[in-house]
T-cell receptor, first 109, second 116 residues
């Protein structure tokens, strides 16, 4: 099992819709989790941090399910500008970041 | 403004050549990192340094070398021993060596290396 696994997509979603995707992780001891957004040919940028059961920031909600070892990212009222690749990041037992391969999201007008 | 500067942004290398990617930060961070990203993949750690004059191998260090002679600089050399170097290279720094939480890691804009 990969340490951090994501559905690569792409998710094709109409503007205004709600979309959610998951990230599964193997290190049951992980205490913190992160979602990054990466635009094409750009560096990743932090979107959300998750330290407990979840986090919400405007249209974005991240939820953690420790029992099943996955975190989800929910985007409500999607905008064209939300089109990007979303990377899930989980620290390993040595506190180094393990990056998922990302989920590509395409918002269509 | 504080930040991380990588150069060059685009670089072409002939097979058998060594190339060096520059990374400079003025954030006064102790820890610096080099990642490689291939198309459709996540970031993989090449090397990291938690303090000047010290660095450790990451998951894919073979064919790469680094130095950390100054706190603000962490250049990466892609040697001829790296058989498949074409990729997007990202330099990062953090004010939390050892334990790096996602919200304390800062990235440069990346360098695209292509072997011709």
């Amino acid at each position: 099992r990969k340490e951090v696994e994501q559905d690569p997509g792409p998710f094709n979603v109409p503007e205004g819709a709600t979309v959610a995707f998951n990230c599964t992780y193997s290190n049951s001891a992980s205490q913190s989790f992160f979602w990054y957004r990466q635009d094409c040919r750009k560096e990743p940028k932090l979107l959300m941090s998750v330290y407990s059961s979840g986090n919400e920031d405007g249209r974005f909600t991240a939820q953690l399910n420790r029992a099943s070892q996955y975190i989800s990212l929910l985007i409500r009222d999607s905008k064209l500008s939300d089109s990007a690749t979303y990377l899930c990041v989980v620290p390993d037992s040595n506190y180094q970041l393990i990056w998922g391969a990302g989920t590509k999201l395409i918002i269509k007008p | 403004d504080g930040g991380i500067t990588q150069s060059p942004k685009y670089l072409f290398r002939k097979e058998g050549q060594n190339v060096t990617l520059s990374c400079e930060q003025n954030l006064n961070h102790d820890a610096m990192y080099w990642y490689r990203q291939d198309p459709g993949q996540g970031l993989r750690l090449i090397y990291y340094s938690q303090i000047v004059n010290d660095f450790q191998k990451g998951d894919i260090a073979e064919g790469y070398s680094v130095s950390r002679e100054k706190k603000e600089s962490f250049p990466l050399t892609v040697t001829s021993a790296q058989k498949n170097p074409t990729a997007f290279y990202l330099c990062a720094s953090s004010n939390s060596p050892g334990l790096i939480s996602g919200n304390t890691i800062y990235f440069g804009e990346g360098s695209w290396l292509t072997v011709v």
